[in-house]
């Protein structure tokens, strides 16, 4: 809004060879990428480093910000010195917003997996049913929405990089922690021997697997 008011309000006060609207953005942008520096420089110190939520908020501005001069000033992000961040400080925000998301999601999946696994060993009821009379797990569903926060939460950064690293790490903690735990859980039952099995007095085994199965 501020660049806005000075497109149309001050520079139209100036001979239009002065060019001012291109000299008041440039001095503006360079004091907005003097702000985003600090910042960015900030995140590499010992104190006061950039949480995630930062470097989310930071990334997606900067996309809204080169689409505004773009839109309002029909100029590209080339013709804006200096950069905002380049692109090693870039990579380094994405690399540090992706690991902590990572940490995020394995914990959640974790606690969630571990609490499916003891339902699973004492098998106290049948498992829940859904509208087509099939057995299935209520912990998928919550895993479904973990996964779709994640994805969610990544994509407002507006980076395709960030995107895809983040779902290559939110896949690996689903098919390591979610699915191989289950999976383990499953074959030690039934790596168990018989006479072990029947004095344990656990029924609803065949149920349990089948809705592990159907929320695959």
Known sequence: SDLLLLR?????????NMDMTKFFLLSYHRNIAGVVHGLVNRNTASEGSLRSGDILELLSWMSDYYKSIDEN???SKEDLEPQLI???QEGHLIAKFADESSKKVSEWIGNLVRNEVSTFQSRRA????????????????DLCRIVKQTMETA????????LQRVSGETLRAVVELYVGSL??????????PQQQQQSNNQPYLDEHVIAFANGA
């Open 73 to 75: 000033f029909h100029l």
């Open 155 to 162: 994509a407002v950064a507006g980076r395709l990089v960030l």
């Open 86 to 88: 380049d692109a090693i």
């Open 183 to 192: 999976q383990k859980a499953v074959e030690g039952e039934f790596n168990r």
């Open 8 to 16: 149309d309000g001050l520079s139209t006060r100036f001979p239009p």
């Open 126 to 141: 049948l498992p829940d049913i859904d509208a087509d009379d099939r057995f299935y797990s209520v912990a998928v569903i």
